[in-house]
């Protein structure tokens, strides 16, 4: 959200492209960024019935959080808001170093 946007707040970060909508009016306690999404194919279980369980395609949405607390990296489900996990960016900084490593190994 650029500093020109209807709903922009002197408190908002540069990344701020809305807030939850029962805060308003201003100034607001939470923020999230435009999301990236994310095209991924997942597996929701281990085992379906004695065979692998079988691999789903779905949209999830990567963006940016801010409250009173802390800057978080969200991701979550794009159809299905009770899916997602929310870190801060430490922790999303070692997730990535994880991911790497563990994506190395695999090619
Ligand atoms: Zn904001």
């Known amino acids: ?20 909508d029962d805060q308003e009016p201003t100034p607001p306690r ?16 281990t085992r379906f019935g004695g065979v692998p369980a ?7 949405v990567v963006a940016l959080e801010q409250d009173a607390q802390a800057i978080y990296l969200y991701i979550g489900a794009l159809e299905d808001g009770h899916r997602f996990f929310a870190v801060t960016l430490d922790s999303a900084q070692r997730l990535h170093a994880a991911i790497s490593a563990a994506l190395e190994i695999a090619t």
């Not at 959200?1 to 939850?20: I, K, L, R």
């Not at 939470?30 to 279980?45: A, F, K, L, T």
């Open 1 to 20: 959200m650029t500093p020109s946007a209807p709903d922009a707040s002197p408190e908002c970060p540069v990344w701020c492209a809305g807030h939850e």
């Open 54 to 60: 079988p691999l789903v395609a779905k949209d999830f």
């Open 30 to 45: 939470w923020h999230r960024s435009d999301g990236i999404i994310v095209s991924v194919v997942e597996r929701h279980r």
